[in-house]
């Protein structure tokens, strides 16, 4: 607004300030105004100061929301008087509690309307905190299948081997758009979560990939480049020592015994050693 003068502008703006109209953010260039949501503005009428607080703190955690204690830390608030004021937050539906699978006894608080972040719901593998392994054993297999079709319609083409290896690889877009198609999963899955589930078959020596340049723009493509997967069988099973499992893990260094991920608990393991 160049054609109001900056005392002016600067009067209006405190006025809307201290009437809770306007957020107040600070950028590396100087600070910011946002105006408030209207809709929350009007519920936020009437709220004490303290009342304010946690929840501008809970705003700006955003869809990763803020732990009760963490409020506690930002606000200086007693737990009591938080635990009142997030119960009251929540019975108007400004906010929502939000378990994490990070910890099973934690809750997070965020904006009612925000859909939770990854790292919060564990994504498309878990469901109400628990990890659907039974739903991502299905997915695997289903991933598998496609590949080891798309192999064996290769080989049977009975093309020169260089061109029927070449054909039997599949674009990680191709084997989301089937996965899709079978309709086998109540969330939608994104390329991604394709992406993972062929790794853990790249993990278990089932499948390997390739990364191709891509034309930007084409289908399946990210950043000029394209991962390419097919099912590969071993020539000779290995024998004795060469397929222990830890040489190859990728969670190598985060195993130890005692931990989320450790020898005694490790499937991989387990198997190798009944080998
Ligand atoms: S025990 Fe299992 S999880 Fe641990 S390093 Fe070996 S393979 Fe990986």
Redesign the pocket.
Known sequence: MPHIEAQQRAVAINRLLSMGQLDLLRSNTGLLYRIKDSQNAGKMKGSDNQEKLVYQIIEDAGNKGIWSRDIRYKSNLPLTEINKILKNLESKKLIKAVKSVAASKKKVYMLYNLQPDRSVTGGAWYSDQDFESEFVEVLNQQCFKFLQTKAETARESKQNPMIQRNSSFASSHEVWKYICELGISKVELSMEDTETILNTLIYDGKVEMTIIAAKEGTVGSVDGHMKLYRAVSPIIPPTGLVPA??GL?P??DD?HEGGE???SN?I??TEWLEF
């Open positions: 499992p830890c893990c969670v190598f195993c991920i450790s020898p490790c991989y393991m």
